[in-house]
T-cell receptor
Framework: KNEVEQSPQNLTAQEGEFITINCSYSVGISALHWLQQHPGGGIVSLFM?????KKHGRLIATINIQEKHSSLHITASHPRDSAVYICAVMDSNYQLIWGAGTKLIIKP | NAGVTQTPKFQVLKTGQSMTLQCAQD?????MYWYRQDPGMGLRLIYY???????DKGEVPNGYNVSRLNKREFSLRLESAAPSQTSVYFCASRWFQGDYEQYFGPGTRLTVT
């Protein structure tokens, strides 16, 4: 079993829909990262959080440390949000353990 | 600031050939990383350098060597390329080993035939 599980693996939605991507992990962590990988391959860090909730524009990330679960939400989704979203957790050695990613397609 | 740069962007090698992937960052970061990304899998850490002068193995170090040339540069060498090393390679850096964001280079797409 992978230490970081993301769901769904693939998600297709219509423009404007509210999107939720989930991340569950089984190890003790110091922080959790959400990253975005564009179709061209570049990887960009979206959030790093260790508790509660963070918001940036239309993106919201939450984490529940007790349940070992995090969610990434996108409000008013747009085709330019189409990308692979990756969850990664930082273990006690400050190394990142990566999820396999969720491929999101937003149709106009 | 250019951030994290990688060269080359694409490379095709024959089995047994060697090559070095170059990575440089201009953010004065102390820690640098090499990952590989294969279809359907998360990024896997090959080697990292927590600070200038140190390097350590990651999850999948076999077949690779690294050099932390100075604070800015961290290179990855394939001594004898194998088809199993066909992958996309990402270099990343962050301020320190710890709760800091990682910044990624654009990637190198390597094919070994």
């Amino acid at each position: 079993k992978n230490e970081v599980e993301q769901s769904p693996q693939n998600l297709t939605a219509q423009e404007g829909e509210f999107i939720t991507i989930n991340c569950s992990y089984s190890v003790g962590i110091s922080a959790l990262h959400w990253l975005q990988q564009h179709p061209g391959g570049g990887i960009v860090s979206l959030f790093m959080l260790s508790s509660g909730k963070k918001k940036h524009g239309r993106l919201i990330a939450t984490i529940n440390i007790q349940e070992k679960h995090s969610s990434l939400h996108i409000t008013a989704s747009h085709p330019r949000d189409s990308a692979v979203y990756i969850c990664a957790v930082m273990d006690s050695n400050y190394q990142l353990i990566w999820g396999a990613g969720t491929k999101l397609i937003i149709k106009p | 600031n250019a951030g994290v740069t990688q060269t080359p962007k694409f490379q095709v090698l024959k089995t047994g050939q060697s090559m070095t992937l170059q990575c440089a960052q201009d953010m004065n970061h102390n820690s640098m990383y090499w990952y590989r990304q294969d279809p359907g899998m998360g990024l896997r850490l090959i080697y990292y350098s927590a600070s200038e002068g140190t390097t350590d193995k990651g999850e999948v170090p076999n077949g690779y060597n690294v050099s932390r040339l100075n604070k800015r540069e961290f290179s990855l060498r394939l001594e004898s390329a194998a088809p199993s090393q066909t992958s996309v390679y990402f270099c990343a850096s962050r301020w320190f080993q710890g709760d800091y964001e990682q910044y990624f280079g654009p990637g190198t797409r390597l094919t070994v035939t």
